[in-house]
């Protein structure tokens, strides 16, 4: 049996009722912020869309598959952004599937801006049982596996529930630090449909983000970043140092991990910036861990639009019959 579909039958089964929903990962984070955290949300005057894919861990058969999609944009009047954000993944026989609508409130403070963040959506979750065996199954061909399993079911089923998540952010132009909690409720999901049908619980997890820009010989940025995710039980440390030359290319490298039991992978990142509109970014990442005797590494894409949006002017509009405005 594969590697990983046997790791996830051990696991289901050994828990019996419920297991926990690590949250997505994904190497570039810098560029991916409200995604991981609802208060970015229209902080930069523009609209921005980002889409991400990352294929984790390429050669281990049933190895994780995200995709994300997101889009903000500012709300001048009401000192707001707004925004939607979609994901999914696929770990074995397991999918994930979500859809959120973001808003978060802006208020000036000092040089930056603190924003409040929001997103509230709907998780689905599905689990492919047909693809499993267990070493006291029935399977003949053509007719549906029989695990003889009271919590493994034998066909694919499905079920969803709310999710709710919630950020706080203070930005500047140079630097920006927010903390982030996903899946706030730890909601729980049952999964329909076949011979049984487990309870599926969501753990919190909380992100921890920050990063800092410093300019170097007017055509050098530096961008050191670092993300702390955890789920109260575990944690594990993102830490990157991306340079743009020129406001064109783009390159870095990151670490993940702090010790030796959380330690993951080494990183390259490269990118273009083609216009003000259009940035593309790829990374590598190198496991360090175990897993690189039976993977050949992962590969993260992104591409994102941004269209500057001008900020209306402060102030009373006086009409001059002359010059028609001032």
Do not use: C
């Amino acid at each position: 049996m594969k590697h990983l579909y046997s790791i996830i039958i051990v696991f289901f089964a050994a828990t019996g009722v419920s297991f926990a929903q690590q949250t997505q990962l994904f190497s570039q984070h810098l560029f991916n912020r409200t995604f991981i955290n609802p208060a970015n949300a229209g902080v930069a005057d523009r609209v921005e869309a980002v889409a991400f894919y990352r294929s984790q861990w390429v050669g281990l058969e049933g190895s994780p598959e995200y995709q994300s999609v997101t889009a903000d944009l500012p709300l001048f009047d009401i000192n707001s952004g707004v925004g939607l954000s979609f994901y999914n993944d696929a770990l074995g026989v397991e999918r994930n599937t979500a859809v959120y609508a973001v808003y978060a409130y802006h208020k000036s403070l000092g040089k930056g801006k603190l924003s409040v963040g929001l997103r509230a959506g709907w998780v689905q979750k599905g689990f492919d049982g047909s693809q499993l065996t267990t070493p006291g199954g029935q399977y003949n061909d053509n007719t549906q596996p029989v695990h003889n399993d009271g919590v493994i079911p034998n066909v694919n089923v499905s079920g969803g529930t709310p999710d709710v998540g919630l950020g706080v952010q203070y930005s500047t132009a140079e630097y920006f630090v927010g903390v982030s909690l996903d899946q706030l409720l730890a909601p729980s999901l049952q999964l329909q449909g076949g011979n049984t049908s487990p309870e599926i619980a969501l753990r919190r997890h909380i992100n921890l983000h920050a990063g800092y820009d410093f300019a170097v010989a007017n055509r050098w940025l530096f961008t050191p970043t670092a993300l702390v995710r955890s789920d109260f039980v575990k944690n594990q440390l993102d830490v990157a140092v991306v340079a743009t030359y020129n406001r064109f290319i783009r390159f870095g490298a990151g670490y993940r991990g702090y010790n030796g039991r959380s330690q993951d992978a080494i990183i390259a990142i490269l990118g273009l910036q083609l216009s003000e509109q259009w940035q593309f970014g790829y990374s590598y990442d190198y496991n360090i861990s175990e897993l690189a005797n039976v993977n050949a590494g992962t590969h993260e894409l992104f591409v994102r639009y941004q269209l500057p949006i001008t900020r209306p002017r402060v102030g009373k509009i006086i009409n001059n019959p002359r010059f028609l405005s001032f």
